[in-house]
């Protein structure tokens, strides 16, 4: 109850660091285009951001149903499920809110003894954790399975021509994608 | 000691390095990432076309193969271009690093990777320019910004060189007019000279060099593929087509990007063409030789791409035709636009076209003599020469993507959208600095739309998708309408993930829809056999 | 570290004038030998850098375009941004020149309360056009330097100048400190500045007049001719760029005009012979009609 008096007034100044800390994990020249680019459209990446932990943030908020929080993380975990990341970096900005929140809070936690109540709030967090995972996941199966359909809606038509299929330029089935990679 | 009770977050995932180390550029090595790099060319389609030194090689793997004398054949090749370019020499020569281009480019936008910037990436190869071109580079070296060419360098290039679309974003930015396009072009060139092309690339342009198109679809499968579809319009409108190929005396040669020929959804934008022309009586003809409009020579060399572009004016020669009508493309009518009659020409063989229908002389295409159908369909309908329902399209609310290619190398941007407008009820546009001159990118151009680089062009789709959803949000919009090919089958992929339920067509397409023909049965579906609006209940 | 570097070294630069001319009384060297040296360099450099440029030739008509192409009778062009003739191209690059129109199109969206709101991120151009009329300015007042009667427009602009001095960058800024000191403070000759000035120009310059002019004039001089000298090896030459710039100065006309590539040279194809060849089987097949039966 009081955990959640006391985020709702440091809102602000969290979602700053939290979003900081986010924007972090790119390269210098590239955080500070997310963080200083306020437009939407020229700046898609960062917006969403922002705005994915804003709601993520009200949704968390000890007071609050979080049932409904899927769309938020999507949005973001969607962006950083096919940039340069694995797969724990992709999903580890959920775990920054933890630390942000107890750098932040530090001293009012101490004073009002509120250890309980940031520890359930704290066991939200893990539990929207276990969630990213699964959103991650599906933004890669998303991956594979639009590989797989442009390969049909390609072949498709030949296909349809019974004895007609050709072989698909560049199509190399005997490479693997990962065959690229140095191991 | 008591004070500090509560871990901190980053020691329970210390593993985890999740902030980025500070570095410049330079120091920084190039890193193949899963998912953003095509697989290499094979040997067999370098063979096919003399291109240099054909090998089996994995961009990913540290070997590639290079000949003995590389670095001497890349230095020369850079020597020979800056001779015959100035916009590569001026380009090398004069970016202030000013930073306005920087993130501009869709590939940055969306995927953060710092040497994404445009004006990064020429440094990568402006580096080695100024440390073999320029006196201060020699003199000064790493102070001067110049850098050796060594094989990471070289790696360094071929990863970038195959991240940009050439786009040409950036250029509209750019208060010296630099292209990144223009070197990233060049860059690919270089890398060619050395056989590093991707198998993208490689395989279609050694397919339309020998069967007229990319897909290698040969004359008589070309043909009938394109038959197939005439049972579809058949189905549809109740209208029998029966389109002509290589005929001689043909008043008009049409040319297209062959994607539409096959894939779907540019399938429907080809029927498309085949119910207009059919519905006009245009005396015209396909061609099995010139069947591409497409050129994916360009992505390799401008001495590919004029190879392959050959057919188009040689076809219309043999065939005796009048002027030339180009299909929805994007690249093709850059080249179209800017190359072909410099490569090709003069085409004086053929006259200024007219419309056999309007009348109206296309005066702006009085050199190069060929069309672009988009230009040619709404001159028809300015001039009320189509019947139209566009209540046929009242389920479609669209929006209007321009291809980079025709918007910032070509300019053509009112004419689709008349022709949209006319055939769609419900039309919104995008916010104005993501349309235009201004447009994103799919992400998949040049070549990059390959499958093993899906990641890649996830990030390059992003802010275009970005801004749809944005529409889709605020208008409800669910057509993302275009004219071209590559965007058809790229964004389709790119909607599918970023904002699923947004379907892709060609202009054509809409026009089909919406096109009352003579002696056409009832209409009750879609091009693609779904329901007209009005029409569900009936099955 | 690296924004120091130009610091220092333009603190060296005024310590080696002022070293030159109190100490060593190098007046001939700093007031003559060295300003024309650098113009020397100055004209060569630009030249030889221009021509540079243009020894390679354009063979490919690749202008960005920013708007409409000329197409139908009735869809408006846009005449500037994508130019079908060469007074659009003149328009354009005086656009970009005198107003760096490409700079000012960072253009930036913002959501307030659910509407979109257009607005510039005008700050780069701004800064840009700042500095680059403020030089120019400079340079042109400069001009009273040369002239024997300082016409009104140059008075007009010395005027306007007093307050977009703001804007004057580092490099400059000592060049312009130089000035206001030498102009407000030293009171140099300033009668004996023009002298001297006048004399370099017409070529004759009078000794007698150097050693009565004040130290910081030289040390301003100096800057300057360093500056003229290094102008060419700078990125500063962008300026002579822009107008070669082939996505800039030349016209959207490439259907209506055909392009000429001076190093066109002929390709190896495909011919529909070969093809024909390739294919003819198939092709009488399928009912494609052949060349040769
Ligand atoms: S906008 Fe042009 S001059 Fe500025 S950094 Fe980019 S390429 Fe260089
Ligand atoms: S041309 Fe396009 S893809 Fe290439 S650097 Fe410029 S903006 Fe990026």
């Given at each position: 109850?009081?955990?959640?008096?006391?985020?709702?007034?440091?809102?602000?100044?969290?979602?700053?660091?939290?979003?900081?800390?986010?924007?972090?994990?790119?390269?210098?020249?590239?955080?500070?285009?997310?963080?200083?680019?306020?437009?939407r459209?020229t700046?898609?990446?960062?917006a969403?951001?922002?705005?994915?932990?804003?709601?993520?943030?009200?949704?968390?908020?000890?007071?609050?149903?979080?049932?409904?929080?899927?769309?938020?993380l999507?949005?973001?975990?969607?962006?950083?499920?096919?940039?340069?990341?694995?797969?724990?970096?992709?999903?580890?900005?959920?775990?920054?809110?933890?630390?942000?929140?107890?750098?932040?809070?530090?001293?009012?936690?101490?004073?009002?003894?509120?250890?309980e109540?940031?520890?359930?709030?704290?066991?939200?967090?893990?539990n929207?954790?276990?969630?990213?995972?699964?959103?991650?996941?599906?933004?890669?199966?998303?991956l594979?399975?639009?590989?797989?359909?442009?390969?049909?809606?390609?072949?498709?038509?030949?296909?349809?021509?019974?004895?007609?299929?050709?072989?698909?330029?560049?199509?190399?089935?005997?490479?693997?994608?990962?065959?690229?990679?140095?191991? | 000691?008591?004070?500090?009770?509560?871990?901190?977050?980053?020691?329970?995932?210390?593993?985890?390095?999740?902030?980025?180390?500070?570095?410049?550029?330079?120091?920084?090595?190039?890193?193949?990432?899963?998912?953003?790099?095509?697989?290499?060319?094979?040997?067999?389609?370098?063979?096919?076309?003399?291109?240099?030194?054909?090998?089996?090689?994995?961009?990913?793997?540290?070997?590639?193969?290079?000949?003995?004398?590389?670095k001497?054949?890349?230095?020369?090749?850079?020597a020979?271009?800056?001779?015959?370019?100035?916009?590569?020499?001026?380009?090398m020569d004069?970016?202030?690093?000013?930073?306005?281009?920087?993130?501009?480019?869709?590939?940055?936008?969306?995927?953060?990777?710092?040497?994404?910037?445009?004006?990064?990436?020429?440094?990568?190869?402006?580096?080695?320019?100024?440390?073999?071109?320029?006196?201060?580079?020699?003199?000064?070296?790493?102070?001067?910004?110049?850098?050796?060419?060594?094989?990471?360098?070289?790696?360094?290039?071929?990863?970038?060189?195959?991240?940009?679309?050439?786009?040409?974003?950036?250029?509209?930015?750019?208060?010296?007019?630099?292209?990144?396009a223009?070197?990233t072009?060049?860059?690919?060139?270089?890398?060619?000279?050395l056989?590093?092309?991707?198998?993208?690339?490689?395989?279609?342009?050694?397919?339309?060099?020998?069967?007229?198109?990319?897909?290698?679809?040969?004359?008589h499968?070309?043909?009938?593929?394109?038959?197939?579809?005439?049972?579809?319009?058949?189905?549809?409108?109740?209208?029998?087509?029966?389109?002509?190929?290589?005929?001689?005396?043909?008043?008009?040669?049409?040319?297209?990007?062959?994607?539409?020929?096959?894939?779907?959804?540019?399938?429907?934008?080809?029927?498309?063409?085949?119910?207009?022309?059919h519905?006009?009586?245009?005396?015209?003809?396909?061609?099995?030789?010139?069947?591409?409009?497409?050129?994916?020579?360009?992505?390799?060399?401008?001495?590919?791409?004029?190879?392959?572009?050959?057919?188009?004016?040689?076809?219309?020669?043999?065939?005796?035709?009048k002027?030339?009508?180009?299909?929805?493309?994007?690249?093709?009518?850059?080249?179209?636009?800017?190359?072909?009659?410099?490569?090709?020409?003069?085409?004086?063989?053929l006259?200024?076209?007219?419309?056999?229908?309007?009348?109206?002389?296309?005066?702006?295409?009085?050199?190069?003599?060929?069309?672009?159908?988009?230009?040619?369909?709404?001159?028809l309908?300015?001039?009320?020469?189509?019947?139209l329902?566009?209540?046929?399209?009242?389920?479609i609310?669209?929006?209007?993507?321009?291809?980079?290619?025709?918007?910032?190398?070509?300019?053509?941007?009112?004419?689709?959208?008349?022709?949209?407008?006319?055939?769609?009820?419900?039309?919104y546009?995008?916010?104005?600095?993501?349309?235009?001159?201004?447009?994103?990118?799919?992400?998949?151009?040049?070549?990059?739309?390959?499958?093993?680089?899906?990641?890649?062009?996830?990030?390059?789709?992003?802010p275009?998708?970005?801004a749809?959803?944005?529409?889709?949000?605020?208008?409800?919009?669910?057509?993302?309408?275009?004219?071209?090919?590559?965007?058809?089958?790229?964004?389709?992929?790119?909607?599918?993930?970023?904002?699923?339920?947004?379907?892709?067509?060609?202009?054509?397409?809409?026009?089909?829809?919406?096109?009352?023909?003579?002696?056409?049965?009832?209409?009750?579906?879609?091009?693609?056999n779904?329901?007209?609006?009005?029409?569900?209940?009936?099955? | 570290?690296?924004?120091?570097?130009?610091?220092?070294?333009?603190?060296?630069?005024?310590?080696?004038?002022?070293?030159?001319?109190?100490?060593?009384?190098?007046?001939?060297?700093?007031?003559?030998?060295?300003?024309?040296?650098?113009?020397?360099?100055?004209?060569?450099?630009?030249?030889?850098?221009?021509l540079?440029?243009?020894?390679?030739?354009?063979?490919?008509r690749?202008?960005?375009?920013?708007?409409?192409?000329?197409?139908?009778?009735?869809?408006?062009?846009?005449?500037?941004?994508?130019?079908?003739?060469?007074?659009g191209?003149?328009?354009?690059?005086?656009?970009?020149?005198?107003?760096?129109r490409?700079?000012?199109?960072?253009?930036?969206?913002?959501?307030?309360?659910?509407?979109?709101?257009?607005?510039?991120?005008?700050?780069?151009?701004?800064?840009?056009?700042?500095?680059?009329?403020?030089?120019?300015?400079?340079?042109?007042?400069?001009?009273?330097?040369?002239?024997?009667?300082?016409?009104?427009?140059?008075k007009?602009?010395?005027?306007?100048?007093?307050?977009?001095?703001?804007?004057?960058?580092?490099?400059?800024?000592?060049?312009?400190?130089?000035?206001?000191?030498m102009?407000?403070f030293?009171?140099?000759?300033?009668?004996?500045?023009?002298?001297?000035?006048?004399?370099?120009?017409?070529?004759?310059?009078?000794?007698?007049?150097?050693?009565?002019?004040?130290?910081?004039?030289?040390?301003?001089?100096?800057?300057?001719?360093?500056?003229?000298?290094?102008?060419?090896?700078?990125?500063?030459?962008?300026?002579?760029?822009?107008?070669?710039?082939?996505?800039?100065?030349?016209?959207?006309?490439?259907?209506?005009?055909?392009?000429?590539?001076?190093w066109?040279?002929?390709?190896?194809?495909?011919?529909?012979?070969?093809?024909?060849?390739?294919?003819?089987?198939?092709?009488?097949?399928a009912?494609?009609?052949v060349?040769?039966?």
């Amino acid at each position: 109850m009081k955990l959640n008096a006391l985020l709702l007034e440091k809102k602000t100044e969290i979602i700053e660091k939290w979003f900081d800390a986010i924007v972090a994990c790119y390269p210098p020249d590239t955080a500070q285009f997310l963080k200083n680019k306020k437009d939407r459209f020229t700046n898609p990446m960062g917006a969403t951001i922002l705005q994915g932990i804003e709601n993520i943030f009200d949704k968390l908020l000890p007071d609050n149903d979080c049932s409904d929080i899927a769309p938020f993380l999507d949005n973001i975990i969607r962006i950083r499920a096919v940039q340069d990341f694995t797969p724990s970096q992709a999903v580890a900005f959920i775990f920054l809110l933890k630390k942000v929140i107890r750098e932040e809070l530090r001293q009012e936690i101490q004073e009002n003894k509120l250890y309980e109540e940031l520890l359930a709030f704290e066991l939200k967090i893990d539990n929207l954790a276990l969630s990213t995972f699964d959103i991650y996941m599906k933004c890669r199966e998303k991956l594979y399975e639009i590989k797989a359909n442009e390969v049909k809606n390609m072949t498709f038509r030949l296909l349809q021509q019974a004895n007609l299929i050709c072989e698909i330029p560049g199509y190399r089935p005997d490479v693997k994608d990962d065959d690229n990679i140095k191991k | 000691m008591a004070k500090d009770q509560t871990p901190k977050a980053d020691e329970l995932f210390s593993t985890i390095d999740y902030k980025a180390p500070e570095k410049s550029w330079m120091d920084t090595p190039v890193e193949f990432k899963p998912g953003t790099f095509c697989h290499g060319s094979r040997p067999k389609y370098l063979e096919l076309l003399h291109m240099p030194y054909p090998k089996e090689w994995k961009p990913g793997e540290e070997d590639w193969k290079l000949p003995e004398n590389w670095k001497e054949i890349f230095l020369d090749g850079m020597a020979e271009r800056l001779k015959k370019y100035r916009s590569f020499k001026l380009f090398m020569d004069i970016c202030v690093r000013c930073g306005a281009c920087a993130d501009k480019c869709h590939f940055y936008i969306g995927g953060g990777d710092p040497k994404n910037m445009p004006v990064l990436r020429a440094e990568l190869l402006r580096s080695v320019y100024r440390k073999y071109f320029t006196t201060s580079g020699k003199l000064f070296g790493k102070t001067a910004g110049a850098r050796e060419l060594t094989v990471d360098v070289l790696r360094e290039l071929w990863y970038y060189a195959y991240q940009c679309t050439e786009c040409r974003r950036c250029s509209v930015f750019c208060p010296y007019g630099i292209d990144t396009a223009e070197v990233t072009i060049i860059a690919r060139e270089l890398l060619n000279l050395l056989g590093l092309n991707t198998d993208w690339i490689a395989g279609p342009v050694s397919n339309c060099y020998m069967k007229g198109n990319h897909l290698g679809l040969e004359p008589h499968t070309f043909k009938s593929s394109i038959e197939f579809f005439l049972s579809d319009i058949e189905d549809i409108t109740g209208i029998k087509i029966e389109p002509t190929f290589n005929r001689k005396g043909a008043e008009i040669l049409f040319v297209t990007p062959s994607g539409d020929v096959f894939a779907d959804p540019g399938t429907y934008t080809a029927m498309g063409y085949l119910m207009l022309f059919h519905e006009l009586g245009l005396d015209y003809t396909w061609s099995t030789y010139a069947s591409e409009g497409g050129n994916f020579g360009f992505f390799t060399s401008n001495e590919t791409a004029k190879r392959l572009h050959y057919k188009i004016y040689a076809e219309a020669k043999r065939l005796g035709v009048k002027w030339i009508l180009g299909g929805e493309c994007g690249h093709m009518w850059r080249l179209i636009h800017q190359y072909l009659n410099t490569w090709h020409g003069p085409a004086d063989f053929l006259e200024v076209p007219k419309s056999p229908i309007t009348d109206t002389a296309f005066e702006n295409a009085r050199s190069t003599k060929m069309v672009h159908v988009a230009e040619f369909t709404a001159d028809l309908i300015r001039n009320g020469k189509l019947k139209l329902d566009p209540g046929r399209n009242d389920d479609i609310k669209l929006t209007w993507h321009d291809s980079c290619n025709t918007s910032r190398g070509m300019g053509i941007l009112e004419e689709p959208r008349y022709v949209a407008k006319s055939v769609c009820n419900h039309f919104y546009e995008m916010p104005e600095n993501t349309i235009k001159e201004y447009t994103f990118c799919c992400g998949s151009g040049t070549g990059l739309n390959a499958g093993e680089n899906m990641e890649l062009r996830m990030r390059g789709g992003f802010p275009r998708a970005n801004a749809v959803k944005f529409v889709r949000d605020v208008h409800g919009v669910n057509t993302l309408g275009n004219i071209c090919a590559i965007d058809r089958a790229a964004l389709t992929a790119s909607m599918d993930y970023w904002v699923p339920g947004i379907r892709v067509a060609g202009l054509h397409e809409l026009v089909a829809n919406a096109l009352v023909m003579k002696g056409e049965k009832e209409r009750t579906v879609n091009m693609r056999n779904e329901p007209l609006p009005g029409k569900e209940a009936k099955e | 570290m690296r924004a120091l570097t130009p610091f220092v070294m333009v603190i060296a630069l005024v310590l080696l004038a002022f070293a030159g001319i109190k100490t060593a009384n190098l007046h001939f060297l700093f007031g003559v030998v060295i300003p024309y040296a650098a113009l020397g360099t100055f004209i060569i450099g630009v030249v030889y850098r221009v021509l540079n440029w243009g020894s390679s030739p354009v063979p490919f008509r690749i202008p960005t375009t920013c708007g409409q192409e000329k197409s139908l009778p009735w869809i408006k062009q846009n005449k500037i941004d994508n130019p079908s003739s060469s007074l659009g191209v003149i328009m354009r690059m005086a656009f970009e020149v005198l107003l760096f129109r490409s700079l000012f199109r960072n253009m930036k969206t913002e959501l307030k309360s659910g509407k979109v709101v257009y607005g510039s991120e005008k700050w780069l151009w701004v800064a840009g056009l700042a500095f680059h009329w403020s030089f120019l300015i400079i340079l042109i007042r400069h001009f009273r330097c040369f002239i024997e009667n300082v016409p009104f427009v140059f008075k007009t602009i010395e005027g306007l100048d007093s307050f977009l001095q703001i804007g004057v960058p580092l490099f400059y800024i000592t060049e312009a400190t130089s000035g206001v000191l030498m102009r407000y403070f030293y009171k140099v000759h300033i009668v004996g500045v023009k002298i001297l000035t006048m004399g370099l120009i017409s070529f004759n310059p009078d000794p007698k007049i150097l050693n009565e002019i004040g130290t910081i004039f030289y040390v301003h001089l100096f800057l300057i001719s360093v500056l003229l000298a290094y102008f060419p090896f700078s990125k500063l030459m962008h300026m002579g760029g822009v107008f070669l710039s082939p996505t800039r100065n030349l016209a959207n006309n490439n259907r209506m005009e055909r392009h000429t590539n001076p190093w066109d040279y002929p390709v190896e194809v495909h011919t529909y012979e070969e093809y024909e060849n390739d294919f003819r089987d198939k092709m009488k097949k399928a009912g494609i009609p052949v060349e040769k039966e």
